[in-house]
């Protein structure tokens, strides 16, 4: 039952983490931010790391090769944890690139940032509950991960928030690029955590 809630946990986190790059992207259609950018690659990326967590929790359960469990379980995650550094990467080489001082409609990007909050911080309490009562690497990044991507969106929320209230001023800017880089440190942090975290690759609470 606790294998079947995790696989249900963690579908779950792709059909909702599914919609966001969509609207995130549609409104960098509408007009540019360097936050929200960084958001729409993030959530991409988060995204991809997501659905191959899923596939290879859900072809791990009831493996009885200990060792190849281990094996993709490890491999799974260091997908993840190269996402996220490649992702950060990119993003604090896009915050500083000129933009012309347009940064469009932010709408989307907040309203999404806004619900991830609420999202994100209910799937971290939920994976951490599934990893307490059956430790699992990858149940164990997932809490991770989702416990960071609340208080980046958070952060977003407040960077996004200032750009739609005070257009063009010097604080929305300064909050624009600051929300970039938070995105940024988050996504190189946490996928060197990954990366280097010989831990997880053992079932660990999150």
Known sequence: MKAKSGQRTLLASVLLSAPGPIVVGLGLAMGRSSTQLADFIRRSAELAAI??????????????????????????????????????????????????????????????????????????????????????????VQSRLYRAKALVDACVSLALAAV???????????????????????????GLLTLWGKRQSAPAHA
């Open 51 to 140: 659905i191959v967590s899923w596939a290879v929790y859900r072809s791990t359960q009831g493996q009885p090769d200990a060792q190849r469990k281990h094996r993709l379980e490890r491999r799974a995650n260091l997908c993840v944890g190269a996402a996220m550094c490649l992702s950060g990467a990119a993003m604090l080489a896009i915050t500083f690139l000129p933009d012309g001082g347009q940064t469009g409609n932010v709408l989307p990007g907040l309203i999404i940032a806004l619900l991830g909050v609420t999202a994100n911080t209910c799937f971290w309490v939920r994976y951490r509950a599934l990893n307490r009562a059956r430790p699992n690497a990858i149940l164990a």
């Open 164 to 190: 739609a209230l005070r257009p063009g001023s010097p604080v929305a800017h300064y909050m624009d690029i600051g929300g970039s880089i938070a995105v940024a440190l988050y996504l190189i942090g946490n």
